[in-house]
């Protein structure tokens, strides 16, 4: 089954819905909210667009929904699906109920059926889900999906042996040879920084390293402690370790705990392997004192440290006194992995200084071009794809009210001043029509201020007949994996997001990336054009457009990031100003 419909599949509920069920015009506004609505039909109408009627706006609805379309408990969600069992033929209606009745309760009246089964908990491609959808006649996508490979949600998993993985590439093997160096040479008190620009294969590096490393210490319990930042790269990581053991022809079978999202691990289940943690539940389990965690770093036989730059946080402070308390001075092996394609070596150093570590790169050619701007080297091997980056000027000005930045802050711009960018709809006019002019066909990120201004942008955007979705951190899971999938494989064009798909997300076809959201934070600039710097030969794109909206910031305190990235656009990219450029026509 499809994870997200089909053409067919959305034109069949469309016509389900208006046609045969005849679901208010109201009822489907209350679902999109009548405030938005109100909203897309006034920027359709500057657009020269038509205004949205009700099987159009019944049209997005499905395609922003995708399988989720009767999924969850809001009143409005419940008042679609009683609406529709309550046009069911009664003996349907009673067929239904009987397959799926309400606990604890006997009920022969059918009158008295409707309640239990519209409030009925939704569990995303379940039983009563199924059932609900063939009753009704609309295709089974639309019942949801299950999150896939459930037990691999589970907080340990055993992950057997083989499995083939492309080979590293020249540049990655002699990284990982000098890390085995390193390893062997210094042993338990190795200390390392390995840094790759943003596509240069870290992750899979470190891990092919310390695995190969870490082979036979598994076996006497030892573990591996991998820590990142969010959910989103620790699930990344434990990918990569999987993909990478089974690809050894090590017989035996390796441990992994999910040390995140507040999963348990029991003691008893410890064995020895690779934990993957979030810094936030080590530090949480610190202070509860965590018998596991003490374990866990009693038999640590390495610890990798990735998006090595938040390092000097005081979660981590406490992890490595917590560390020498448990184990003494000498600790184990510490490796922190970075990527800083666009910044100076400034950061990087001060890292190498704070763990007294080797600083482990790529060895590229001794020639003078390569050694002042490895980037040049990446793009033309294929390694990373070629941006060109484009200002769009908007025109707007806007002030920034220092007495609302938080001391310290890395990021100038405050939620109140984008909520500002996200409502101001001469702005918003200026986002659409630009992004119009991408070619239809091509996969584009957008980033956005807000959550409700991905929601708003892709409701404009599918209105058009533009096949798009938004996600944010209040996505469900489910929904965020299908939005994903589906944007992967080509079957939505622009795929909107707020606060997420910085890190820990792979989508290697993007063409282009649209920042709409303005940030002073090279780290989180450097992190959203990393999603589209993977280039053919780690099977991404030759090129990556990055498109930045610029504003008229008055009183900022520095730059905005992209202003910081010269050497990064000019290292074989291209720079642009305005509208569309001839090699988008």
Known sequence: ???????????????????????????????????????LNQLLDNLGENQVDIRELTRMLVVEKGAQLFAGSSVEVRKLREHMLRQLPEQELIDLYNRNPATGRVITTPSYMYRPLYEKMWRSGGPWPRDFVRTLGFPIVFSGISLQNTATTEPVIDIEARKSVPPLVDFQLQLKERMLEVLNLEGEKTRCVVTLPTGGGKTRVAVESFIEWMHQRFSEGKYMLWIAQSEELCEQAI????????????????????????????????????????????????????????????????????????????????????????????LFPICGLTATPGRNNGETTS????F???????????????????????????????????????????????????????????????????????????IVERLLEIPRGKQTLVYTCTVE????????????????????????????????????????????????????????????????????????????VGRGLRGPKFGGT?????????????????????????QFWEAGGTLGTGSLSQSEQ
């Not at 949480?284 to 090595?308: H, K, Q, T, Y």
């Not at 404009?460 to 951190?473: D, F, T």
């Not at 030759?542 to 010269?566: M, V, W």
């Open 1 to 39: 089954m499809n994870a997200f419909p089909t053409e067919h599949d959305i034109k069949l509920a469309v016509t389900l819905l208006v046609d045969h069920y005849k679901v208010p015009e109201a009822m489907i506004e209350g679902i999109f909210g009548a405030y938005n609505y109100e909203r």
């Open 239 to 330: 990918a990569c370790i999987t993909d990478m053991w089974q690809e050894k022809e090590f017989p035996e079978s390796l441990r992994v705990y999910r040390y995140f999202a507040g999963k348990t691990i029991k003691e008893e289940q410890l064995i020895g392997g690779a934990v993957v943690a979030s810094i936030q539940q080590i530090y949480s389990r610190i202070v509860g004192e965590d018998p596991v965690l003490e374990d866990i770093l009693r038999n640590c036989g390495a610890m990798i440290i990735d998006e090595a730059h938040h390092a000097a946080a005081d979660s981590y402070g406490a992890l490595l006194e917590k560390a020498e308390e448990l184990c003494g001075p000498d």
């Open 351 to 354: 890292l190498v200084k704070r």
């Open 356 to 430: 007294q570590a080797y600083l482990i790169q790529p060895d590229l050619p001794k020639e003078r071009k390569y050694e002042e701007n490895p980037l040049l080297y990446f793009r033309e091997k294929g390694y990373l794809a070629k941006p060109k980056h484009l200002v769009f000027q908007s025109g707007r000005v806007y002030e920034v009210n220092e007495n609302e930045v938080e001391k310290g802050a890395e990021d100038l711009l405050t939620p109140e001043l984008l909520e500002v960018l996200a409502n101001d709809e001469v702005r918003n006019y200026r």
């Open 453 to 528: 201004h991905a929601e708003y942008l892709t409701s404009v955007l599918n209105a058009i007949g533009r096949k798009s979705a938004s996600i944010s951190a209040n996505t469900p899971k489910v929904a965020r994996r299908m939005y994903i999938d589906a944007f992967k494989n080509g079957e939505l064009e622009f795929l909107f997001n707020y606060g997420v798909l910085t890190t820990g997300f792979d989508a290697p076809n993007t063409e282009y990336i649209v920042i709409c959201r303005p940030t002073t934070s090279e780290l989180l600039y450097e992190q959203i």
């Open 542 to 566: 030759s090129e990556c457009t990055i498109i930045d909206f610029a504003d008229n910031l008055l009183r900022l305190g520095k730059p905005l990031a992209y202003q910081r990235f010269h």
